[in-house]
């Protein structure tokens, strides 16, 4: 049996905006929509906890009152449950409206996120009733081939935010020329974060991220202009 291939659903590159000369390219759970602590609040809910010192959700999720681990089924029902609920359960990272209202005026802001396809619509209403109208693309591709497509298809520096070292690494590999922030809201894995790609900034918060945003905006501004 053929694979199926890779799902992508957003607008189509090339009909992105493009009314400045950088790109700011953000995911979305844990860098503009809190992910990890409404999961844990939820498997609460369902007599389950969670242990990040795998730095891993498969696996990782046991039953409190029997500590076995949560099945594949189970835990993807789970997550299924989450994204139903998103407009209730994952609030705005902390301080990321402001900051990407100030951002808006020197980038355009495209949200790539990793979730399936089937949540675009879903997602894409919670971002609008919270203020965040950018446009965004769910992809179930590896997220370095997609951004790599990007310089394809615009010839623009670009800055990528993402909560998790793989993603960036990815991007390193398939577009080099990609400036990387790393930027997790919640705490509860940073002790257990893999190593980060050589070059690579991090932030906590948004109130750490803007300012480094801006610095690397600059830089990538200047040398647009050379």
């Not at 009733?129 to 310089?151: H, N, S």
């Amino acid at each position: 049996m053929t694979a199926r291939k890779p799902l992508t659903v957003g607008p189509a590159m090339a009909d992105l905006p493009e009314h400045h000369p950088v790109l700011l390219i953000l995911d979305i759970d844990e860098v503009v929509l809190q992910f990890i602590d409404p999961f844990v609040a939820l498997l609460a809910e369902h007599d389950a906890g969670l242990d990040p010192s795998g730095f891993r959700l498969t696996g990782s999720v046991h039953s409190l009152s029997t500590g076995q681990a949560l099945g594949a089924d189970r835990l993807k029902g789970l997550m299924h449950q989450l994204y139903e609920e998103q407009d209730r359960r994952q609030h705005l990272v902390p301080g990321v409206r402001a900051a990407l209202d100030r951002l808006a005026r020197r980038a355009d802001i495209v949200f790539l996120t990793a979730m399936a396809p089937q949540w675009h619509a879903t997602r894409r209403r919670h971002l609008d009733a919270v203020g965040l109208p950018y446009p965004m693309i769910a992809t179930e591709r590896d997220k370095g081939a997609v951004i790599a497509q990007f310089y394809e298809t615009r010839q623009r520096p670009c800055l990528f935010i993402d909560d998790l070292p793989s993603n960036l690494a990815g991007v390193r590999r398939s577009a080099p020329a990609t400036e990387l922030l790393h930027l997790m809201a919640s705490p509860l894995f940073r002790p257990y974060l893999p190593a980060l790609p050589a070059g690579v900034h991090t932030a906590c918060d948004w109130h750490e991220a803007e300012p480094m945003v801006d610095a690397i905006l600059d830089r990538m501004l200047a040398q647009a202009a050379l």
